[in-house]
Nanobody
Framework: QVPFVESGGGLVQAGGSLRLSCAAS????????IGWYRQAPGKLRELVAG???????NYADPVKGRFTISRDNAKNTVYLQMNNLKPEDTAVYHC??????????????WGQGTQVTVSS
């Protein structure tokens, strides 16, 4: 069983916006810090943003001021609002439960993710 289901990706022009969703089971969602990560072709997977169970957030420098992570506890869903998208944001985006303070250790195997493609 896949613990997370990512959706909302697509093709958008530079400067456009997308909102990604990460849906989880209630037990997975409620006790965990959730992170959004991305992996571009030929590159390592990197953290994009994270949100704790209490709502504290942090962002990778390249997306600060453009992306916003939020969570809806009633829907067991974490969102990633992405504005002013750039071609370098093109990647497969994944979410996962975070196990370490540096966001390097995650709890589950990676799922399929959702593809974001930004054209110039």
């Amino acid at each position: 069983q896949v613990p997370f289901v990512e959706s909302g990706g697509g093709l958008v022009q530079a400067g456009g916006s997308l909102r990604l969703s990460c849906a989880a089971s209630a037990s997975t969602f409620s006790i965990n810090t959730i992170g959004w990560y991305r992996q571009a072709p030929g590159k390592l997977r990197e953290l994009v943003a994270g949100i704790t169970s209490g709502g504290s957030t942090n962002y990778a420098d390249p997306v600060k001021g453009r992306f916003t992570i939020s969570r809806d506890n009633a829907k067991n869903t974490v969102y990633l609002q992405m504005n002013n998208l750039k071609p370098e944001d093109t990647a497969v985006y994944h979410c996962n439960a975070v196990l370490s303070a540096d966001f390097r250790l995650v709890q589950y195997q990676w799922g399929q993710g959702t593809q974001v493609t930004v054209s110039s």
